[in-house]
């Protein structure tokens, strides 16, 4: 199960994956309705997986008025988020809450306090001074962490924090939880295997919001998968046409297509290396994810869908981006060699995908596991 940004040229069976999230960032928003039907019934009716859309907190995320959220629950959102942009004001953030509270589905917050990180490329550090790019300090993320987490203790709502980056971060939502906080939080497999130093390259694949942190914060992130504080690994999947990101990187666009890669890049440089259990991993790609949006998938209980992924540990492949299904091409793991990837999906009971080859049709009617 992904969550995390979506785009119609993905398919994401072939990448392992049987049910995706699709955040509000698309256009239109997904801030009303009509829009969120037109995605459900639209993927239920040709995507090789399941879609799960996520409906926006305010209006075309303008970060001014509410959306409607009772319509997007009511026409399929399990979740409700901005996505890429916080909501700045905190009286309004207060009202979301309350609001989305209601209907028992997770408020995703994407935390960063936009007049901190202005203008900022790269990790505020050593390899923001070599490089000459403007630094995103660590507390342009945690300092919305804080505020997220005080106000769902307020409202009592269910809190997901996207892609945590910081070892600041991992100590409030750790603090959090044991206050009894509904909070729950993910990370991305590029800040689990890849530091700020990957940016002295100039390449503009490597820039992503959050940027990529120290060593001492991937020390943090590795930490909290094994104590729980984690509570699933997402892509945060962001594909961009080439000329966003050949160009400088102060004008590149921010965000990494890693959908292709996820799992190879966590059986490689996590599994592979002793640092992670492979069923701990398994849990933060399925069984994680369900207990956050509360869908019926991801586990193989009797009586469950058939929604399964077969990995084969020793498959070992270079990543060749002109591979990829998706149209977006910019990974930072370009050229790299991994092992350890999906090798067949079955969704509904159908596979859907075999050998990294995917097929043309699925099934829409749900099959019990082992059927």
């Not at 879609?51 to 409607?68: D, H, R």
């Not at 995908?353 to 043309?360: P, V």
Request: aromatic share 4%; net charge negative; hydrophobic share 40%.
């Amino acid at each position: 199960i992904q969550l995390g940004d979506w785009s119609s040229d993905v398919c994401s069976s072939d990448l392992g994956f049987t049910s995706i999230c699709c955040m509000p960032n698309t256009d239109p928003v997904i801030d009303n309705a009509a829009v969120a039907t037109y995605i459900r019934e639209k993927s239920e009716k040709h995507a090789l997986v399941n879609v799960f859309p996520i409906g926006s907190i305010t209006k075309n995320e303008a970060g001014e008025n509410l959306s409607a959220i009772g319509e997007l629950v009511e026409a399929g959102c399990i979740a409700i988020s901005d996505d890429g942009k916080p909501v700045v004001s905190s009286y309004l953030m207060r009202n979301a809450m309350n609001y989305v509270k209601i209907f028992d589905v997770p408020i995703m917050s994407h935390c960063e306090d936009l007049s901190l990180a202005k203008d900022g490329q790269v990790n505020e550090g050593l390899y923001a001074t070599l490089t000459g790019l403007k630094g995103i300090p660590n507390a342009c993320e945690e300092i919305i962490v804080a505020r997220d987490i005080i106000l769902a203790g307020l409202t009592g709502v269910r809190l997901h924090i996207c892609h945590v980056s910081t070892a600041g971060s991992i100590q409030l939502i750790r603090r959090g939880k044991a206050d009894g906080i509904r909070v729950t939080c993910e990370v991305t497999p590029h800040h689990l295997a890849l530091t700020e130093a990957v940016v002295s390259d100039f390449d503009a694949d490597s820039k992503v919001n959050p940027p990529l942190r120290t060593q001492a914060d991937v020390d943090a992130l590795r930490a909290a998968l094994l104590d729980g504080t984690i509570d699933a690994i997402a892509t945060d999947h962001a594909p961009h046409h080439l000329e966003a990101k050949e160009c400088e990187y102060n004008q590149a666009a921010f965000g990494i297509s890693g959908l292709e890669t996820a799992i190879a890049v966590i059986m490689s440089e996590l599994v592979n290396t002793g640092l992670l259990p492979l069923n701990k991993m398994v849990e933060l790609f399925t069984s994680g994810p369900q207990r956050i949006i509360n869908i019926e998938r991801g586990t193989l209980k009797p009586g469950q869908v058939a929604d399964i992924t077969v990995i084969d540990p020793a498959l070992e492949k270079t990543v060749n981006p002109q591979a990829f299904y998706s149209k977006g091409k910019n990974t930072p793991f370009k050229n790299k060699k991994l092992k350890g990837w999906p090798c067949l999906t079955i969704v509904n009971g159908q596979v859907v995908a075999e050998e990294g080859d995917r097929k043309s049709t699925r099934l829409n009617s749900s099959h019990p596991a082992g059927s």
